[in-house]
């Protein structure tokens, strides 16, 4: 008797391999009792949640049910189609990964997701959400679909994800690593890759392109040209991209200042579009969940983005980066806008204030059709 196909994956995925060394036939015994239990409890239904390969920084123990991996920044896909629970920052949920000194939930900005077999998956320490935090609360996502980016928010020494896999929703974490869960039966290091998603062209929106706009007193009211805003302070930042910022108070729940991008190469019948926001070269972006909203040519707000700019590596470095916020189907006229409603007011971590930074979007052309958030 062969320790099966199951232990093959075991094999194959580089761990240990229990039943090769265990000679007591009472031992594997017990060991083939425990695989049994965990395959009646689901079918394989998770798939990579990232693009191409990475590698594990952090496995699964009784003190860390989850494992890391080393997703620097980059974009972070539902492993499996479910309902959007929870995008949040905080929670009373006391399986939530904290320190020791530090009772706020340690996973930062993270996602929560149920699935139809009851399972649960967790993605902890996000720099980006794809959904906003309070009304996207039971989107209903697709496998595959982006959902935020990696980063480096909560309790983490350095940017990475928490995957998480639970049961139910406030029972303890499983393994992730185990073939019962995987659709290809061998989650591992590496994974079947998913394959990035092609570049069929792509445009950026800055402040020379004419299709930026930036002003106050609410969304789109008060317009003003280039260099002409008192709230928006323009740096001397190389173009294309020289970033404006603005001070965040945290104490509103009205977009005062607002900047605007507006689509541009966009097709009237619409096509799919990754957009990415540029964070760029300084060290002065402290925000947290600035807003990155999509309206319609009608003003409609379709779906918003939540970036973390203290999360993002210009924080601390100065690297300028670019962000995806999700992939969307757009149209003629649509725009992007972010203004100064965001999450200062619920945490408050400035001193004084924070900055908000808008600095240029860019928008790459997808192939249809397109797991996208908004259609
Ligand atoms: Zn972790």
């Known amino acids: 008797m062969g320790c099966g196909g199951r232990a093959m994956n075991y094999v194959n995925a580089g761990k240990t391999l229990l039943c090769f060394g265990i ?33 594990i920084s952090q496995v699964y123990s009784i003190n860390h049910r989850a494992y890391d991996l080393l997703l620097r920044y980059a974009p972070v896909l539902a492993a499996e189609s479910g309902t959007l629970k ?3 920052w905080f929670s009373n949920d006391p399986l939530c990964h904290q320190s020791s000194t530090n009772t706020a939930c340690g996973f930062g900005l993270h996602i929560r997701m149920q699935h139809p077999n009851g399972y649960w998956s967790i993605y902890g320490h996000l720099s980006t959400t794809g959904f906003d935090l309070t009304t996207n609360g039971n989107a209903v996502v697709s496998q595959k ?23 139910s929703q406030s029972g303890n ?49 008060n317009p003003c040209s280039p260099g002409s805003c008192f709230e928006w302070i323009g740096t001397t930042g190389t173009p294309p991209y020289a970033p404006y910022y603005t001070p965040i108070y945290g104490n509103s729940s009205t977009p005062d200042e607002w900047a605007r991008w507006q689509t541009q190469g966009v097709p009237t019948s619409g096509d799919f579009y990754n957009v990415q926001v ?31 700019q203290a999360g993002l590596p210009n924080s601390t470095f100065t690297q300028s980066q670019w962000v995806s916020v999700g992939t969307y189907f757009l149209k003629t006229g649509y725009s992007i806008y972010t203004h100064d409603v965001t ?26 059709p397109f797991q996208i958030i908004y259609h």
């Open 23 to 55: 000679t007591s036939a009472t031992l594997y015994f017990v060991f083939l009792t425990v695989q049994i239990a965990e395959a009646q409890t689901s079918a394989p239904f998770l798939i990579s949640p990232y693009y191409g390969t990475t590698t």
């Open 86 to 88: 929870r995008v949040e």
């Open 145 to 167: 679909q982006f959902i935020g980016n990696s980063g480096h928010t909560g309790y983490s020494t350095g940017p990475h994800l928490h995957l998480e896999i639970r049961p």
């Open 173 to 221: 974490g499983v393994d992730p690593f185990s073939p019962n869960l995987w659709e290809d039966g061998q989650w591992a290091t590496p994974s079947r890759p998913i394959p990035v998603p092609t570049n069929l062209g792509e445009t950026v929106v800055y402040e020379d392109t004419g299709g930026f706009t930036k002003g106050n007193g609410g969304p789109f009211n």
């Open 278 to 308: 540029h964070m760029p070269t300084t060290t002065i972006s402290k925000t947290w969940q600035a807003r990155y909203v999509l309206i319609d040519n009608l003003n409609n707000v379709l779906a918003t983005g939540v970036v973390d």
């Open 343 to 368: 999450g200062e007011g619920i945490e408050g971590h400035c001193p004084v204030y924070c900055f908000l930074i808008v600095d240029a979007v860019k928008l790459i052309k997808r192939p249809a």
